[in-house]
């Protein structure tokens, strides 16, 4: 069983940065691989970005490649997302999640329905 809990969303410009903390409990958070994902009102949640269970694997979406950067650290239970040169339609709860099996690619990683825990999220706005 692992708890997930996001921290650090708010209310940022256009342009600004903003990083998203994610807290894992359990003695076991390097047996997971974590995502990061977003939704809006009316839509799916959408993948972001994952990160392998050792962090020498990462994976983005193309809408946030080269702006966003995943990072874990095992020894503190806890993954970032740092988020630069932030757009409106970054706008969206942002959640934490992980995945306890083992292979790491992009189809799987991508899929909602492939991780096993979620945090409760965390709001992102930022304005025009």
């Known amino acids: 069983q692992v708890q997930l809990v996001e921290s650090g969303g708010g209310l940022v410009q256009a342009g600004e940065s903003l990083t998203l903390s994610c807290a894992a409990s359990?003695?076991?958070?390097?047996?997971?691989?974590m995502g990061w994902f977003r939704q809006v009102p009316g839509k799916e949640r959408e993948f972001v970005a994952a990160?392998?269970?050792?962090?020498?694997?990462?994976y983005y979406d193309d809408s946030v490649k080269g702006r966003f950067t995943i990072s874990r650290d095992n020894a503190k239970n806890t993954v970032a997302l740092q988020m630069n040169s932030l757009k409106p339609e970054d706008t969206a709860v942002y959640y934490c999640?992980?995945?306890?099996?083992?292979?790491?690619?992009?189809?799987?990683?991508?899929?909602?329905?492939?991780?096993?825990?979620w945090g409760q999220g965390t709001q992102v706005t930022v304005s025009s």
């Open positions: 990160i392998s269970r050792t962090g020498d694997g990462t």
């Open positions: 359990g003695r076991t958070f390097s047996s997971y691989a």
């Open positions: 999640s992980a995945r306890r099996a083992t292979i790491f690619t992009i189809a799987t990683i991508r899929a909602r329905d492939e991780y096993d825990y």
